[in-house]
């Protein structure tokens, strides 16, 4: 029995971590199965309102996702130089000045689609967003961009 019992105990904490595992949300693109972006806050939407913007972001995400497989191939071919024996300054810059254009198209796309979702909300509604504090959290508000490999 002794022996069994740190088999048991380590089984048991194996469970936890991966049920907790399960659980956690990544950072993959798309918003899934989340509420429009910014739009928690706001409890009253009619039936019209939410499936507009439903449908708004259906046409978002059909948009962009040809763009975020061109920006994962983008970054794949320039790690692919940075790790060549001799990395060539000029090809390495001029691919981070696509990866740049594809990450600008992409800010524009969902800028759009904020203020198209925005447009079909009444006064009460865009207060209650103002309220929420639109724009501020992950990703929102940063100041520079991120540096890594």
């Known amino acids: 029995m002794q022996k069994m019992l740190p088999i ?17 949300r990544g950072m993959g693109w798309g918003i899934g199965a989340h509420l429009p972006y910014g739009y928690p806050a706001i409890t009253n939407l ?16 059909n948009e962009i996702t040809p763009l975020q497989q061109e920006l994962l191939k983008k970054r794949i071919e320039l790690k692919t130089l ?12 001029t691919k981070e000045k696509e990866i740049f254009n594809l990450q600008a198209k992409l800010t524009d796309k969902a800028t ?5 979702i925005r447009k079909l909300l009444t006064p009460e509604q865009q207060a209650q967003l103002a309220a929420y504090r639109y724009g501020v959290g992950p990703k929102m508000g940063r100041i520079g961009r991120r540096i890594g490999w």
């Open 82 to 93: 940075w790790v060549s024996t001799n990395p060539n300054a000029s090809l390495i810059q």
């Open 8 to 24: 048991f105990f380590g089984l048991v904490v194996t469970f936890f971590l991966m049920a907790s595992g399960a659980q956690a």
């Open 46 to 61: 009619t039936p019209e309102q939410a499936s507009k913007i439903q449908e708004l972001q259906r046409a978002y995400l």
């Open 112 to 116: 759009n689609l904020k203020l198209e």
